[in-house]
């Protein structure tokens, strides 16, 4: 069997931490900014060390091509090397690093598959800089157009398309003109679950569906001491009774059902003013489709009933919705299989986050494989996955990558 070399892998893992690196060890390298670009360069220069045919698509996603005996549509893996601001060196960045290690190994053994293999990396995955998240994917699979993508704009008002122009990211090659045969996304788990149950692989058979919404709400400032209850006009109130209600409400409903206000800032923000705006999002996942718009409902019903007692204004402004996901059968039983024919331990099950992936199910054929997360972590500097085990996720994506090229 073919070999993957984890030590190189966990050496480039280092490597593209180091860019965007923060204290404790975490990452901060947002969408477009100075850092993605650097990560960016570092990443498209071991893709050209590989002899990949590098391609800069139109919203600034990267494919690195290697050529088979046939042309036929590639077999793709990939994912993201954009991080949150408080972000590990994991989320994503395995799944990148791990294709270009599957390369190297085939190079090495001077193996050229039957179909070309690609190694991609997506824009602004996280969405922590530019919302929608998961969007440079959600272009490429035709869910959104290059005008309302390029339009999409941070909190100072730089928009993605300037952004892209400014880093030098701003291709020229149509998102989507390749398509894959299959797409494959190994991934760290970010939950608990393998973790807690000793489990070497996930297998992943879909992914939740998203719901995210940024409510404002403009009410009345006045004096903290000096007003009564009964007359205040308080938005912060509002963004309060949001967070209590969808807590309970997750509660309530069970099963895979979540709900997390993330966002919250306050006007004038000072300890005896009334505030007089807030804004929040309110972040609802579920694998069910129909009880996601449940929670939804109960959630905008909580927030007309509360902003007419309370007397203040609301304005509500989806940023993201996407319905659940659910990967190619077949695919998923290759995972499996491969899995245990290492005799590692797996797992089925959901993810709880958004991928790539669930973008890419739009257009071919496709699967995800996770590692765990020590502790659940993720999105936070202490993020870690033992080294076995990303040797092992890698491994299977070496195999599996094999057996598809020579379909």
Same mark, same amino acid.
């Given at each position: 069997? *073919?070999?993957?070399?984890?030590? !190189?892998?966990?050496?480039?893992?280092?490597?593209?931490?180091?860019?965007?690196?923060?204290?404790?060890?975490?990452?901060?390298?947002?969408? *477009?900014?100075?850092?993605?670009?650097?990560? !960016?360069?570092?990443?498209?220069?071991?893709?050209?060390?590989?002899? *990949?045919?590098?391609?800069?698509?139109?919203? $600034?996603?990267?494919?690195?091509?290697?050529? $088979? !005996?046939?042309?036929?549509?590639?077999?793709?893996?990939?994912? #993201?090397?954009?991080?949150?601001?408080? $972000?590990?060196?994991?989320?994503?960045?395995?799944?990148?690093?791990?294709?270009?290690?599957?390369?190297?190994?085939?190079?090495?053994?001077?193996?050229?598959?039957?179909?070309?293999?690609?190694?991609?990396?997506?824009?602004?995955?996280?969405?922590? !800089?530019?919302?929608?998240?998961?969007?440079?994917? *959600?272009?490429?699979?035709?869910?959104?157009?290059?005008?309302?993508?390029?339009?999409?704009?941070?909190?100072?008002?730089?928009?993605?398309?300037?952004?892209?122009?400014?880093?030098?990211?701003?291709?020229?090659?149509? %998102?989507?003109?390749?398509? %894959? #045969?299959?797409?494959?996304?190994?991934?760290?788990?970010?939950?608990?679950?393998?973790?807690?149950?000793?489990?070497?692989?996930?297998?992943?058979?879909?992914?939740q569906g998203i719901s995210w919404i940024e409510y404002t709400v403009t009410g009345v400032s006045n004096h903290a001491g000096t007003t009564p209850m009964r007359l205040r006009r308080d938005a912060g109130y509002l963004a309060a009774s949001v967070n209590v209600f969808a807590r309970k409400l997750a509660q309530e409903m069970g099963g895979n059902q979540v709900a997390t206000v993330g966002a919250l800032t306050l006007r004038p923000n000072l300890i005896n003013v009334v505030p007089n705006r807030a804004v929040f999002t309110v972040d609802l996942r579920n694998t069910d489709e129909a009880k996601l718009k449940e929670a939804e409902a109960c959630v905008a019903a909580h927030v007309a009933e509360v902003a007419k007692a309370e007397r203040v204004e609301v304005e509500a402004k989806v940023l993201a919705r996407f319905e659940p996901v659910v990967f190619d059968a077949g695919l998923v039983d290759r995972v499996e299989r491969h899995a245990k024919a290492l005799s590692l331990s797996t797992r089925r099950m959901p993810s709880g986050a958004g991928h790539d992936a669930q973008m890419m199910q739009r257009i071919c054929p496709t699967a995800m494989i996770f590692v765990p997360s020590v502790a659940g972590l993720s999105h936070n500097i202490k993020e870690h996955t033992e080294a076995a085990d990303l040797a092992a996720g890698a491994q299977i994506l070496l195999n599996l990558m094999l057996d598809l090229a020579e379909e």
């Open positions: 069997m *073919l070999r993957l070399d984890d030590r !190189r892998l966990l050496s480039a893992l280092d490597e593209l931490a180091g860019i965007g690196a923060i204290e404790g060890g975490g990452c901060a390298r947002l969408a *477009l900014t100075d850092d993605d670009r650097l990560g !960016r360069d570092l990443v498209v220069g071991w893709m050209k060390e590989l002899g *990949l045919d590098v391609r800069v698509d139109a919203i $600034g996603n990267v494919i690195g091509l290697r050529a $088979g !005996r046939e042309n036929l549509p590639p077999v793709m893996t990939g994912s #993201h090397i954009d991080t949150v601001r408080t $972000g590990g060196r994991y989320d994503g960045n395995y799944g990148v690093l791990a294709g270009l290690e599957v390369v190297r190994a085939l190079n090495e053994a001077k193996i050229t598959t039957r179909r070309p293999v690609a190694i991609a990396f997506f824009t602004n995955e996280e969405g922590a !800089r530019f919302q929608p998240d998961m969007l440079g994917s *959600l272009v490429y699979a035709g869910g959104l157009g290059l005008n309302e993508a390029y339009a999409a704009a941070d909190k100072d008002g730089r928009s993605v398309g300037d952004e892209l122009r400014r880093i030098g990211y701003l291709g020229t090659t149509k %998102p989507g003109a390749l398509k %894959p #045969h299959a797409f494959l996304e190994l991934h760290i788990e970010q939950g608990p679950i393998l973790d807690e149950e000793k489990v070497r692989i996930g297998v992943v058979e879909s992914v």
